[in-house]
């Protein structure tokens, strides 16, 4: 049974409750263009979203987009909860009491969600931004629309590679950055004046802004032609001796089902953006749902009525594409182009 307003007052009494101006959360470097990401997430919650899902592929800065905005917010109390390692209901409630500093009696209870909801009223003016979420997603969101409806006062701010597929949420799609903000970041990184060779090697990485980052470290060694050269074989040049962006891409992929990963391998063979009456001809039975499955977790990505996968998505799928399945994709590709050209 959840308790009522006086008995959680009494609770919040047992312990001294931590007001904050400024959130507990990681550092991050400042932003490159993304001004208008920042402008549209800020009128989400203006326009009256209670719940906003920043969503987009590993590495694209999700995290980084979330912590401007929090930095824009004034007289709120804030706090950031990373969520990895968290899998059930009970210790995302946990993690959140511990982050506001709340030790009550009814901390054991079994109503553990309810009765947290009801202690974030209490609160006042309140913002949570949960970060690394995507596991969490099966419960997540069901828990949130639960505070958000005992707690008026709430409003939540998530990242995520998926949405949470609740009524109250509202989506913001975060994109690679554009050409000239991926080159600024690149050169700002390296400590190099932007150039040709370094607008290429930012084209050639789909803006994603961790890609870039791992890859101005490695401009201290080698020239971005060098790097350019050694970006044909595969992440190495990124990420080796790091855990990052491959661990990152890793995680995605061992949340996908298993014709859902083949899926995503087989689209590999492609270069460049894609028809989907093509993705479908070389993916084979059950396409489109599988396609569907890997929009909506942000491994494919729409370019205007094509869709295609970021450089370092198709990089690390293309290593896990086993001889005969690229063989078989290979073959379906060159057959659905075979029939364009005779049908042209």
């Known amino acids: 049974m959840v308790a009522d307003a006086t008995a959680i007052g009494a609770a919040h009494m047992m312990c001294p409750m931590r007001r904050r101006s400024v959130p507990s959360r990681p550092p991050f470097a400042d932003l490159f263009g993304r001004e208008a990401a920042l402008a549209r997430l800020g009128e989400r919650f203006a326009g009256g979203a209670r719940l906003v899902?920043?969503?987009?592929?590993?590495?694209?800065?999700?995290?980084?987009?979330?912590?401007?905005?929090?930095?824009?917010?004034?007289?709120?109390?804030?706090?950031?909860?990373?969520?990895?390692?968290?899998?059930?209901?009970?210790?995302?409630?946990?993690?959140?009491?511990?982050?506001?500093?709340?030790?009550?009696?009814?901390?054991d209870t079994p109503d553990l969600v309810d009765e947290l909801g009801w202690a974030l009223e209490g609160r006042g003016a309140l913002a949570l931004f949960?970060?690394?979420?995507?596991?969490?997603?099966?419960?997540?969101g069901r828990v949130l629309a639960r505070w958000l409806a005992l707690s008026p006062s709430l409003r939540v701010l998530v990242t995520s590679r998926e949405r949470l597929g609740v009524a109250v949420e509202a989506?913001?799609?975060?994109?690679?950055?554009?050409?000239?903000?991926?080159?600024?970041?690149?050169?700002?990184?390296a400590g190099l004046a932007p150039s040709a060779a370094l607008a290429e090697l930012a084209a050639r990485l789909?803006?994603?802004?961790?890609?870039?980052?791992?890859?101005?470290?490695?401009?201290?060694?080698?020239?971005?032609?060098?790097?350019?050269?050694?970006?044909?074989?595969?992440?190495?040049?990124?990420?080796?001796g790091r855990a990052t962006l491959?661990?990152?891409?890793?995680?995605?992929?061992?949340?996908?089902?298993?014709?859902?990963?083949?899926?995503?391998?087989?689209?590999?063979?492609?270069?460049?953006?894609?028809?989907?009456?093509?993705?479908?001809?070389?993916?084979?039975e059950g396409a489109l749902a599988r396609l569907q499955a890997l929009r909506d977790k942000s491994l494919l990505a729409r370019s205007g009525a094509r869709a295609r996968l970021y450089a370092p998505v198709r990089a690390f799928a293309g290593e896990r594409l086993d001889a005969a399945t690229r063989a078989d994709a290979l073959r379906r590709h060159a057959r659905f182009f075979a029939r364009e050209a005779a049908d042209a």
Request: hydrophobic share 50%; aromatic share 4%; net charge negative.
């Open 53 to 107: 899902t920043l969503v987009g592929p590993p590495g694209v800065g999700k995290s980084r987009l979330a912590a401007a905005h929090l930095d824009t917010l004034r007289g709120v109390e804030t706090a950031w909860i990373d969520l990895s390692g968290t899998t059930r209901p009970e210790e995302l409630s946990a993690r959140v009491a511990h982050e506001l500093g709340l030790r009550p009696s009814w901390l």
């Open 171 to 189: 989506v913001v799609e975060v994109e690679p950055l554009d050409r000239e903000a991926a080159t600024a970041l690149l050169a700002a990184r």
């Open 206 to 240: 789909d803006g994603i802004p961790l890609a870039l980052e791992l890859v101005a470290a490695r401009l201290s060694l080698l020239a971005p032609e060098a790097v350019l050269d050694r970006l044909a074989a595969g992440l190495d040049v990124i990420d080796e």
């Open 130 to 140: 949960f970060d690394e979420s995507e596991h969490t997603a099966p419960f997540l």
């Open 246 to 284: 491959r661990d990152a891409l890793a995680g995605s992929w061992a949340r996908l089902a298993a014709e859902e990963a083949e899926a995503l391998a087989r689209l590999a063979v492609f270069e460049g953006s894609f028809r989907i009456e093509a993705a479908e001809a070389v993916i084979g």
